[in-house]
């Protein structure tokens, strides 16, 4: 028996549960599920992993001073706020991983006893600042006058008894590896930080705790719990059945989705998944992930937006304006995946009505008008142009290298450019002014067809970033009809020509992007 072809593996970070989801983490996620949509589209088996991340003490600090158990804490909000706002965002995630799980945290102890067996633990003493918010053993480059550059917070200083994984060990098989594959830390910034980090020398790392009991207990020193971030890095590789023997169900989806393909993460959280991470891998004699990507910062006032800092922005408050395709368009359109972004509801607003509402959605609601008015509302005979076409065959080879390369801004500004000509077309051949003489009626069908063949192009192109919307527009132009689901059309096949059947019946649905109610923003 042939064993089945490896999944595209995708992850994003799994989030603290001390409060709900806000626009930040919604970035990351929306990102995860644009690509594995993108990859389904390519024809690709996927796996697209996310969850929450629930123990360490800033999770049971929040716990306790709500005078909640830690764990009913945990369940309360990833029942009330994490999985329905994944949920609202149209996320197709294929599983979700919780750190409280006996799936996790079994496997989690497996693999640390088995580090031990190896010689990568030892017993050793902490001493040093510690952030909380962070949940990371700082560094004195780490600290403003004490505080923690991220947070803005003090530190605590920690003075313990604990477990050490001897990451120093890996520091020449890590710089080995980006050497030989660059690709596997992009974008180069990262990368070039984290090997001017592992440069400037590694220490061990502390991988327990003795202070609260909030965790993972150390398998043969149960007074210990596992570090919150080892714990939580494990997730990526427990969540497919890490360490299960073959055979076996966890075996199976192991060796069908490890190693991860790509790891999305935020910058903030690079040098665990660019350091610690694979060198946990590599000590345990795993292959590593094939890219860690650390994307920008969504910035509010010039500042890393956040909950702790009161700044984060709900996607609800985003989504009842504009909608929910709006806002998964928008933070990919606007700001380079890698570079850090500024959110303002006036350029929000902007992009809304120019590229959303005027250049898309109202091409769409004019063709649709137009069939209906000239054509008796059924698609006319299939036509070809010969410029538009070639212009569709270079749109979607730009977009499918972008975005499987995760450059999201270009690959949405190649489908909107040729959303800007699709218009131009219709501009220029004038078909309201062609449908004044029945003799142009040939010339007239032609437009008309060559026009919906485009929008049948744009609404695949479109979909893995705007579900729900093309959706309706694939059932307006009669499509799902004659050519099935939409989400099961082939990137590979949406520059074919003549692909919208002849005879289609379209129907007038509700307007995609309608118009922003004048609101005070
Ligand atoms: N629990 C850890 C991650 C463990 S992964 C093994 C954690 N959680 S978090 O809730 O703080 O989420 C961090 C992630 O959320 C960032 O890496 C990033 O993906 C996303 N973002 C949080 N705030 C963000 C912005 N202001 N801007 C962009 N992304 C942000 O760290």
Redesign the pocket.
């Known amino acids: 028996m042939s064993s089945p072809k490896k999944s595209f593996y995708l992850t ?5 549960v001390n409060d709900a989801p ?1 626009i ?2 919604a ?2 996620t929306v990102a995860g599920d644009v690509l594995t949509r993108w990859h389904r589209q390519k024809g690709e088996s996927v796996w697209f992993l996310t969850g929450t ?1 629930e123990h360490g003490q800033k999770v049971l600090n929040t716990a306790n001073s709500n005078n909640v158990k830690p764990q009913d804490w945990c369940d309360r909000l990833v029942e009330s706020a994490w999985k329905p706002t994944w949920q609202h965002l149209n996320i197709a995630n294929d599983d979700f991983i919780r750190t409280t799980e006996p799936r996790h945290m079994e496997r989690v102890q497996r693999f640390l006893s088995g580090l031990k067996d190896q010689g990568h633990i030892y017993s050793g003493k902490y001493e040093g600042p510690y952030c909380i918010g962070c949940e990371e053993f700082k560094l004195p480059g780490d600290l403003d006058e004490g505080k923690c550059k991220i947070h803005g917070r003090p530190v605590e200083m920690v003075s313990e008894e604990n477990w050490f994984f001897r990451l120093s060990a890996f520091v020449p098989q890590l710089l080995q590896h980006y050497k030989d594959h660059p690709e596997a830390c992009e974008p180069t910034s990262a990368r070039n930080e984290v090997i001017a980090f592992l440069e400037g020398g590694v220490q061990d790392l502390s991988i327990s705790r003795s202070t609260f009991d909030w965790g993972i207990p150390v398998p043969w020193d149960t007074k210990q719990v596992i570090y919150v ?1 080892f714990d ?2 494990l ?2 590789a427990t969540a497919v059945g890490l360490g299960d023997a073959p055979g076996t169900e966890g075996g199976e989806k192991f060796a069908q989705t490890w190693p991860a393909d790509v790891q ?3 910058k ?2 690079l040098r ?1 998944h660019a350091v610690i991470w694979p060198a946990m891998l590599m000590a345990a004699g795993l292959p590593v992930p094939g890219k860690v990507f650390a ?5 509010v006032g010039g500042e ?3 909950k702790s800092k009161l700044t984060g922005i709900a996607p609800s408050d985003i989504t009842d304006h504009f909608g929910v395709d709006a806002f998964r368009y928008y933070f990919l359109r606007a700001i380079p995946f890698g570079t850090d972004g500024s959110f303002s509801w006036e350029d929000m607003s902007a992009r809304y009505t120019s590229e959303l509402a005027n250049d898309f959605g109202n091409l769409a609601s004019r063709l649709i008008a137009m069939i209906e008015k000239y054509c008796d509302g059924v698609i006319p005979a299939v036509a070809h142009d010969e410029a538009l076409s070639a212009a569709l065959i270079a749109t979607v080879a730009t977009a499918d290298s972008a975005i499987s390369a995760l450059d999201f801004q270009g690959g949405i500004n190649s489908i909107m450019e040729f959303c800007k000509r699709v218009n131009g077309y219709v501009t220029e051949q004038a078909p309201w002014v062609l449908a004044k003489d029945p003799a142009n009626k040939i010339a007239l069908d032609k437009v008309l067809y060559n026009t919906a063949e485009s929008i049948r192009a744009l609404a695949v192109l479109l979909h893995p970033i705007m579900p729900a919307t093309t959706q309706i527009l694939w059932q307006s132009i009669g499509a799902n009809e004659t050519m099935g689901d939409i989400s099961k059309q082939k990137v590979s096949d949406i520059a074919k020509w003549g692909q919208l059947p002849a005879g289609s019946k379209v129907i007038k649905g509700a307007v995609l992007f309608p118009r922003l109610e004048e609101k005070v923003l």
């Open positions: 994003t970070p799994i989030y603290y806000h930040g983490h970035y990351t991340d971030w939580a890095l997730n990526y999305l993460v935020g903030d959280i665990f994307h920008g910062w969504l910035l890393k937006m956040s």
